[in-house]
């Protein structure tokens, strides 16, 4: 019987080691699209709206147009004749809609920063001196910036043609909601405010299109997290064959689903290359970021539980509203992080009394999309909040309170009341162990010892899910070309290197290190004889690309499959040249040897010189196969879910406000881990996104429309000197829906963060009967809630 990739010898899975593209990026030879430069190459500056909502009266371009190096000046009208317009729904999402969105503005802008004109230079610098030459008559129409009156009858429609400003609803009863809140010894409830922010990349939005006219051929270098979806796109709409598109995506300079999505500019700027046959570079500066990219979070959530006296959740009902500015974003769509924090509001409970209602509005502002944990703050936010809230009311410790409520280990595979099934969770043990880690009666002691001094510090728990391994059924029943599978081409080379092709891209997490670790363990070969190829569709199997968690459980097992059917090809064709029974020899460390002794037979050069130079000295019958791809998709379960705990010990200052972060301490189970090193660090990086959004990161608007701080001066991100020590330790469940048993992990940290800093500050100033629940939680919402402001 052949090992498991987990017992082979000379396994690298759950290894250190080092990432194959980290000297290459350390050495700063990375290749980052601004690096790419082609011949007859422009750039393409665009003229954005100054308003959230206005019609375009006229256009006047002569000046720019005769401006020094300017190419050509395009509108919006003239746009739409080479580029279609795209509608942001899914077919699966009942009732959701949104208005056609094109690449430029056609008659009106309807958020500030929206494309208005393109203007093509020789350079940059060129492009964006033109473009303030550019005037426009506008005329400024209503602004609908608060999403709470948004669907008042006196508030005017966007889009006059959909009905009204409601994009998305959402509504699920499950259970007795009313049996369990007339039965509870106590009720509590709050309001939950998150606070709209973004991602904030080292690269900023890239491509570089280059349409070649004699053969009809597109390429794309494109920093993006999907490949192969936004080849279906490009092609879809600049009618050309989708085999006529390439899309090539080299390094990535972080992504966390800011580059998951279609963006006007970026289809303006391919659509140009086609209209001009040349190459065409747009690169998004800091503050065209700020307006442009995909904004992310703004929900308010009213929400309430209901406990007895023994401390069980009896029920629990939320209302959630957010805005998404005034279209659905294309092709994944702004409704599904609504959509999440329905299904993830309790779930990690036994509660099966369950309300809730999700109301998707539209809004002059900045779209609203998916990013790096899609609802999963939001809902780990509401559901911890009013579990600490719920424990207070009826005295008893917020880890106990959690113990009782908390779905067994056991109890697996279990099923949500929203429907969604769990395979196999360890909310118990990883609670423990997070207790065990942070020595939680420790820290209890030396805070009530610290309260008598006036020091006022707080412990916060969080427990979470994370949605991970998506399958078909998150996008492919709603109609969209978003793959849920993965393929992964493996070869032998000559030289015993082999080389691997997989789909799923590497944007700054570990992808290349993670696929060389696992088709290395597969095959039998030291990891400095494997070779990456990613994110080019021309040349890899077509792909579903890096989002959700994806990478190592969906992609991994791919390259898992392949990396083992190579493996018995080569040890085939070793039978057959040694005169031995394939299945008593074994690849290990490069070199084909005896299974039992470990004895060396023979070297993997030696192979593939006879198999590719000189297979004539082979019998008939044998033709050596030394390259192979495998697929695979996750089948069993709609998501294979992960799950964790996060505490956050803190100290507030009661005179100023200032929350000073002092420790923090993550359990997780993400099944196998492939890359210790990895793994926490990917699980740092989210705790400190979840950090930011928690303390620091807030896209501000005025009432009509302005954003306010689309700078980095203004709009605050988490420094390295604000941030705690991360403890970090794990609980190993792996699924049973792979070989490999990977779950993902890229999310996990972001999702719990900011309930377990508002558990600690609201801990903090318990002896004050005070509490916050909007984030960011400034010094000034802080001081406000001790009433010390007005």
Not at 12 to 23: C, E, L
Not at 97 to 113: E, F
Not at 546 to 558: K, P, Q
Not at 708 to 728: F, G, H, T, W
């Amino acid at each position: 019987m052949s090992l498991s990739i987990l017992d082979r010898p000379n396994s690298y899975i759950g290894r250190t080691v080092p990432r194959p593209n980290a000297k290459k990026l350390v050495q700063g030879r990375g290749t980052y699209v601004d690096d790419i430069k082609l011949p007859r190459m422009v750039h393409v500056a665009f003229v954005r709206s100054p308003y959230a909502h206005a019609r375009i009266l006229a256009i006047r371009s002569d000046a720019a147009q005769a401006a020094p190096g300017v190419v050509r000046i395009v509108t919006g009208a003239e746009m739409a004749a080479v580029c279609t317009p795209w509608v942001g729904v899914l077919g699966h999402m009942k009732g959701l809609k949104s208005a056609p969105q094109y690449a430029l503005a056609v008659d009106r802008a309807c958020w500030q920063g929206e494309a208005v004109v393109a203007v093509v230079a020789h350079s940059r610098a060129e492009a964006e001196d033109a473009a303030q030459l550019v005037e426009i008559d506008w005329e400024e129409l209503f602004v609908v910036a608060d999403m709470e009156t948004a669907l008042d009858p006196e508030t005017p429609v966007i889009h006059p043609e959909l009905g009204d400003n409601l994009a998305f609803r959402r509504e699920l009863d499950v259970g007795d909601v009313e049996k369990g809140f007339a039965a509870a010894d106590a009720i509590v409830e709050e309001t939950y405010i998150t606070g709209r922010h973004t991602g904030v990349c080292l690269e900023a939005r890239s491509i570089l299109a280059d349409y070649q006219p004699a053969d009809e051929q597109l390429v794309v270098y494109h920093s993006t997290q999907a490949p192969h979806m936004m080849q279906t796109i490009f092609a879809k709409h600049l009618d050309l064959p989708e085999t006529n598109v390439r899309v090539i995506c080299k390094d990535v300079g972080g992504a966390f689903g800011i580059k998951v999505h279609t963006y006007p500019d970026e289809m303006a700027t391919v659509a140009l290359a086609k209209m001009l046959r040349r190459p065409v570079k747009f690169i998004a500066d800091r503050m065209e970021s700020f307006v442009t990219d995909i904004h992310a979070r703004d929900h308010r959530v009213k929400a309430r539980m209901a406990v007895s006296k023994e401390g069980r959740i009896l029920a629990i009902e939320a209302d959630d509203r957010t805005g998404i500015g005034p279209y659905s974003v294309y092709p994944r769509t702004s409704a599904i992080e609504a959509n999440q924090v329905v299904n993830l509001i309790g779930g990690p409970y036994t509660n099966q009394n369950y309300r809730c209602t999700a109301n998707v509005v539209f809004q002059n502002k900045n779209v609203m999309c998916q990013y790096r944990a899609v609802g999963h703050p939001i809902a780990c936010a509401v559901t911890e909040g009013l579990v600490d809230k719920a424990a207070r009311a009826i005295g008893m410790d917020p880890a106990e309170f959690r113990r009782r409520n908390l779905i067994a280990d056991d109890a697996y595979p279990y099923k949500a009341p929203t429907g969604m099934v769990y395979e196999g969770l360890s909310h118990h043990k990883s609670l423990d162990k997070l207790l065990e880690l942070m020595q939680y009666d420790r820290l209890r002691a030396e805070q009530a010892a610290l309260r008598e001094k006036g020091i006022h510090r707080g412990i916060g728990l969080a427990a979470f899910i994370e949605v991970t391994n998506p399958s078909a059924m998150f996008y492919g029943v709603g109609g969209a070309r978003i793959s849920a599978q993965d393929g992964c081409t493996i070869r032998l080379d000559p030289t015993g290197v082999i080389t691997v092709s997989i789909g799923v891209t590497e944007q700054g997490q570990g992808t290349e290190a993670i696929m060389a670790q696992i088709a290395a363990s597969s095959v039998g070969v030291p990891m400095d004889k494997v070779r990456l190829i990613t994110g080019d569709t021309e040349v890899t199997p077509y792909g579903g690309g890096t989002w959700a968690s994806r990478g190592a459980g969906i992609g991994g097992e791919a390259t898992l499959q392949a990396g083992r059917a190579l493996r018995e090809n080569i040890l085939s064709v070793a039978g057959t040249m040694l005169q031995a029974a394939p299945q008593t020899l074994d690849i290990r460390a490069g070199i084909i040897v005896d299974a039992d002794t470990g004895a060396e037979r023979m070297k993997l050069e030696e192979l593939g010189r006879v198999a590719y130079f000189r297979p004539d000295t082979l019998p008939r019958d044998c033709q050596p196969e030394l390259m192979v791809t495998r697929h695979y998709v996750q089948k069993d379960y709609a998501f294979v879910f992960t799950n964790g705990l996060q505490a956050s010990y803190l100290e507030v200052d009661t005179e100023t406000g200032f929350v000073t972060l002092l420790d923090h301490w993550v359990v997780e189970d993400c099944g196998t881990i492939i890359n210790p090193q990895l793994v926490d660090e990917q699980i740092r990086g989210g705790v400190v996104q979840g950090l930011g959004g928690a303390l620091f990161e807030e896209c501000l608007y005025s009432a009509d429309g302005q954003m306010l701080n689309a700078n980095m001066a203004d709009y605050l991100v988490p420094m390295a000197s604000e941030m705690p020590d991360i403890a970090i330790a794990h609980v190993v469940t792996p699924t049973q829906t792979s070989e490999l048993g990977a779950k993902g992990v890229g999310e996990a940290g972001t999702a719990g963060a900011p309930a377990a800093v508002m558990n600690a500050i609201n801990d903090a100033l318990s002896p004050f009967g005070a509490s916050v629940a909007a984030q960011p939680f400034t010094p000034e919402r802080v001081l406000r809630a001790l009433g010390k402001i007005r």
